[in-house]
Structures are given as C-alpha cells and as structure tokens.
C-alpha cells in the first residue's frame, strides 16, 4: 500500500467521528475548542501534512467556536458580552492584523520547519495549561492609553499563534482579558470566542489563497463528521466539567500537549 492509500485508509468518517468527539470533550472540560489536541491528531494519526492539518483544524475550530457562542449564552447573556465591545475591539485590533500575517508565513513555510514551528507552540501551550488553573480575575493591569497599546500588541500576538496552529487561541486570549483588564473568568470565556471568530476567519481567508487550501474540498465529508463528533464532545466535555477536578485534570492535558509536540517534531 502506498503512503497516500495508507493515509487515506485512517481518514474513514467513524474514527473522524470518535477522534473529534474525544479531543471536543477534552476542550470542553479546560474552556477551549479543542483544537491544540485535535492538530496532533490530524497530523500523527490521520497522516495530513503540516499544512493541511493546519487549515483542516482552523475549519473545525470556526465551527466549535461558533457554536461555544451559542452554547454559553445562558451562562454569559449576550448583554455582558457586548458591553464590553471596546475591550474586544482593542484586541481585535492586533488580532486580526496578527492571524493574516501569520497565516501568510505558514504558508511560505518549508514542511519541516513548519512541523517545528508547531511543535514548539505545542509545548508553549503545555506550559500555559500548568500556569493557567493559577490565575485569577482582579485590578486590570493596565489603564488610559497603555492599556490600549497592550492590547493590541497581545492581540497582534495571539492572531500570529492561533493562525499558525490553526486554533482559536482562547488558552491565550482568557488569560490576557482576566489580568490585562480585569475580566471575571466566565465572562473572560465568552469574550474570547467573541475575539476568535473574527481573527480565525481572517487567517481563515489568507489561507484560501494557497493551493492547500483544497484539503478541504478533498476530505469534505471527514470534515464535516469529525466537526460534528468535535461539537458532540465540547458538550459532554462542559458536562463532566463539574466531575473532574482542575487540579488533576489540566496536568494530564499539559502532559498529553508535551508529548505530541515532541512527535510532531520528530515528524517533521
């Protein structure tokens, strides 16, 4: 069997369906989309290439962000969210500028380099998974007009990270909103899926112009069934989320990060 009969034979839409819902519950129970889990696995277990991987995951992440905006609005009224519209233009305002460009170097990008590139922000994902569980909301660190250079400095940022990953950023973005500005946690949630959707569809759109884009013409039936299982998963995961303690629970996930990273390395 060649290697594209190979890879194409673990594309088949059950284990689409079971691997979304798995790595869904998994960003479900941290807050996230799951797309830092779900980029591995489209990359070790589905055989796609750096880049593909890249914008298959940015597809199913518009897809879980979009729906985590609905799926939060009994928690977070839409109210909360828009009054706080200056907050999330000042971040849109890096963001958006952030995820073209990003999305412009991944494409011009070596394969191998880039598998790197991904490792790397991989592992610096880890590292804020074991940091994260220890902040809390407060005094925003910033006010007046550096306030409003931060933010869009931190936005310019997180939009290079999230559209080279292909990811909505939110394990960024929810610690950036709670000390830069002195976000509650909740509201910090849904005010950075407010950011994300737009800063995704931009890198969302770069990509477009680049031939790999055509991934998803390609595996349009797989992307739609591991979106679905993605979806499914986000929702047990918010479920289990009272069961299963943070303490123990975002270790496991940073261990889970660190170790793909390094597969995804050595891939490259």
């Given at each position: 069997?060649?290697?594209?009969?190979?890879?194409?034979?673990?594309?088949?839409?059950?284990?689409?369906?079971?691997?979304?819902?798995?790595?869904?519950?998994?960003?479900?129970?941290?807050?996230?989309?799951?797309?830092?889990?779900?980029?591995?696995?489209?990359?070790?277990?589905?055989?796609?290439?750096?880049?593909?991987?890249?914008?298959?995951?940015?597809?199913?992440?518009?897809?879980v962000v979009a729906s985590a905006l609905l799926f939060r609005t009994r928690a977070?009224?839409?109210?909360?969210?828009?009054?706080?519209?200056?907050?999330?233009?000042?971040?849109?305002?890096?963001?958006?500028?952030?995820?073209?460009?990003?999305?412009?170097?991944?494409?011009?990008?070596?394969?191998?380099?880039?598998?790197?590139?991904?490792?790397?922000?991989?592992?610096?994902?880890?590292?804020?998974?074991?940091?994260?569980?220890?902040?809390?909301?407060?005094?925003?660190?910033?006010?007046?007009?550096?306030?409003?250079?931060?933010?869009?400095?931190?936005?310019?940022?997180?939009?290079?990270?999230?559209?080279?990953?292909?990811?909505?950023?939110?394990?960024?973005?929810?610690?950036?909103?709670?000390?830069?500005?002195?976000?509650?946690?909740?509201?910090?949630?849904?005010?950075?899926?407010?950011?994300?959707?737009p800063t995704m569809l931009v890198g969302f759109a770069r990509y477009s112009r680049?031939?790999?884009?055509?991934?998803?013409?390609?595996?349009?039936?797989?992307?739609?069934?591991?979106?679905?299982?993605?979806?499914?998963?986000?929702?047990i995961g918010g479920l289990l989320l009272g069961v299963v303690p943070g303490a123990?629970?975002?270790?496991?996930?940073?261990?889970?990060?660190?170790?793909?990273?390094?597969?995804?390395?050595?891939?490259?």
């Amino acid at each position: 069997m060649d290697p594209a009969q190979s890879a194409a034979s673990r594309r088949s839409l059950p284990a689409g369906f079971l691997g979304g819902a798995a790595i869904g519950t998994l960003g479900g129970l941290i807050g996230l989309g799951g797309a830092e889990f779900r980029l591995p696995l489209l990359i070790g277990l589905f055989r796609f290439r750096a880049l593909e991987a890249v914008i298959l995951n940015k597809a199913m992440s518009l897809v879980v962000v979009a729906s985590a905006l609905l799926f939060r609005t009994r928690a977070v009224p839409v109210d909360d969210v828009l009054s706080h519209w200056p907050v999330v233009a000042n971040l849109l305002a890096g963001s958006l500028l952030g995820a073209w460009f990003g999305a412009g170097w991944a494409t011009r990008l070596r394969s191998d380099t880039l598998y790197k590139v991904i490792a790397v922000l991989l592992a610096a994902i880890a590292a804020v998974l074991l940091l994260e569980h220890r902040i809390a909301g407060g005094a925003a660190l910033f006010a007046g007009p550096t306030q409003l250079v931060a933010g869009v400095v931190a936005g310019f940022g997180i939009g290079i990270f999230a559209a080279i990953l292909g990811v909505a950023g939110g394990e960024l973005l929810i610690p950036t909103l709670v000390l830069l500005f002195g976000t509650d946690i909740k509201l910090a949630g849904s005010l950075s899926l407010a950011v994300s959707l737009p800063t995704m569809l931009v890198g969302f759109a770069r990509y477009s112009r680049d031939q790999s884009f055509g991934v998803l013409g390609r595996n349009r039936r797989f992307v739609l069934v591991m979106a679905v299982g993605s979806i499914a998963g986000s929702f047990i995961g918010g479920l289990l989320l009272g069961v299963v303690p943070g303490a123990i629970l975002l270790p496991i996930l940073a261990a889970i990060l660190a170790i793909s990273a390094v597969k995804v390395w050595q891939h490259g």
